[in-house]
């Protein structure tokens, strides 16, 4: 059984960033980073939401992993070892927002908006999406 149907995908706005280069850092150019994302994915439907919702709390396993086997172990890693992991947490966060029809950069913006507004509210700590 499929939890997804192609009219959940048009009311989403499946995968409506074409029109929105990367805006992340001059460096990325005019990189469309959630449409490099979109040509990754294997999956589709059902099975991508199911794919891309393991595969980002699995990266972000992985990332906590390192941590854990840091404090453990004394297991060292470079910089860069754990950016890797933390591109991969933003790969899947690109890929599911691409699904629900947000790029990563709208994603960036609702979450800076979100904090700021939380900052100027003093609201920064505490619990509750809307507070
Ligand atoms: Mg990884």
Redesign the pocket.
């Known amino acids: 059984m499929s939890h997804i149907s192609d009219g959940d995908l048009d009311a989403w706005g499946y995968y409506e960033g074409e029109a929105n280069p990367s805006t992340l850092h001059p460096s990325l150019g005019s990189i469309n980073y959630s449409k490099w994302v979109e040509g990754k994915i294997l999956t589709e439907g059902n099975d991508r939401l199911v794919e891309n919702t393991l595969g980002l709390v699995g990266?972000a396993g992985?990332v906590a992993e390192k941590i854990k086997k840091l404090i453990r172990d004394n297991s060292r890693f470079t910089p860069d070892d754990i950016a890797?992991?933390l591109g991969?947490v933003v790969f899947y966060s690109a890929a599911l927002g691409n699904i629900f029809g947000h790029t990563l950069e709208s994603i960036i913006k609702l979450n800076m908006d979100k904090l700021d507004g939380r900052e100027a509210r003093g609201t920064l700590k505490g619990s509750g999406d809307d507070r």
């Open positions: 990266e992985e890797k992991e991969d």
